[in-house]
């Protein structure tokens, strides 16, 4: 049996604009890595964490990649000891889905220790339990994608059904991660708790329409329906700048621009690379009109997930 295993898992962009909780999709990089090796100590531990200038929990119990591991061994009746390195590679509090990409490295990583015992669908609730540690909420939107790759639509969580939904190959999405922190848990008390029936006739038309943009490869579809009238409207507040940079990258190539999960990263979706580089670049200068540095990364939608390194 082996003793020691590596996984990535990629960053995603949870809700696209429309899908509050339900959509996620997955980028190529950054992602995080995770590596787990076996022992008989019967306990989890932390071993290193390198990348969050010590900012996250070294308690297992605490940590998302911890937690992961913890359930998965429960769930599988096992007694072993592990310990986690993390080399964390997404920023915290970014919105590009960081807890959830160690959680799902985690996972998969000590699911191929055992022998691949459980399926990705069977491993999305120890991901899960995870998010609910870090974020306050066990929502799927972003693990399913790191897990899955692709665009994940989460049906419901109670039974959990994840949707995988088909892409056009030249969809390209950008994220642009200005330095500045919003935590998910604060992002989610901004939130209202009702909406006003108008809105959500809005909003359940975008997603529906979104989906059949992306499987008919329509992109002025996709583009007209990443509208949020729920979201976006409050936690733009928390994001300076927001909706001047929004219209800046559609007049510059984007299909459609919004907040990236909880924020403050924003994302595009866009046809073609060389969209993609003209409206984050757009984003970009705006920031820095504001005195504020940022990264920008830009990949095509990645249809794998998280997979084993060594
Ligand atoms: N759907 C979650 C939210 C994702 O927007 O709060 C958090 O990244």
Redesign the pocket.
């Known amino acids: 049996m082996k003793t020691k295993a590596k996984a990535f898992a990629p960053a995603t962009i949870?809700?696209v604009s429309c899908g509050?909780?339900v959509f996620g999709l997955a980028i190529d990089a950054p992602g995080d890595e995770v590596e787990i090796s076996l022992n008989d100590s019967g306990s989890v531990r932390m071993k290193a964490i390198f990348g969050d200038e010590g900012r996250l929990p070294m308690d297992a119990s605490q940590n998302t990649a911890g937690v992961a591991v913890i359930e998965f061994l429960k769930s599988i009746g096992k007694n072993s000891g592990a310990q986690i390195t993390l080399h964390k590679k997404l920023p915290l509090g970014s919105?590009m889905?960081s807890s959830a990409a160690s959680a799902v490295a985690a996972v998969v990583a000590i699911n191929h220790l055992f022998d691949e015992p459980l399926s990705r669908e069977q491993l999305l609730p120890f991901a899960m339990e995870a998010e609910r540690i870090a974020?306050g909420s066990a929502?799927a939107?972003?693990v399913a994608p790191s897990l899955f790759g692709g665009l994940t639509l989460i049906r419901t969580n109670n039974p959990l059904d994840v949707i995988s939904i088909p892409t056009p190959d030249d969809l390209t999405c950008v994220l642009v991660h200005p330095h500045i922190e919003v935590k998910?848990r604060d992002?989610?008390q901004v939130l209202k708790q009702t909406i006003p029936l108008k809105d959500g006739i809005t909003q359940w038309a975008n997603t529906a329409a979104l989906v059949a943009g992306m499987m008919k490869q329509d992109y002025a579809l996709i583009g007209r329906s990443l509208v949020d009238v729920v979201?976006e409207p409050m936690r733009a507040l928390l994001i300076p700048g927001f909706d001047r940079i929004k219209s800046k990258a559609i007049t510059s190539g984007a299909l459609g621009c919004g907040i990236s999960?909880?924020g403050p990263t924003i994302f595009c979706l866009c046809e073609g690379m060389a969209n993609a580089n003209r409206a984050g670049k757009s984003i970009q200068e705006e920031f820095e009109t504001m005195n504020l540095r940022s990264e920008i990364f830009i990949s095509h939608v990645n249809k794998k997930g998280a997979y084993i390194i060594d």
Request: proline share 0%; net charge negative; glycine share 18%.
């Open positions: 949870a809700n509050f909780d919105g889905g974020c929502h939107d972003n998910t992002a989610r979201v999960g909880s």
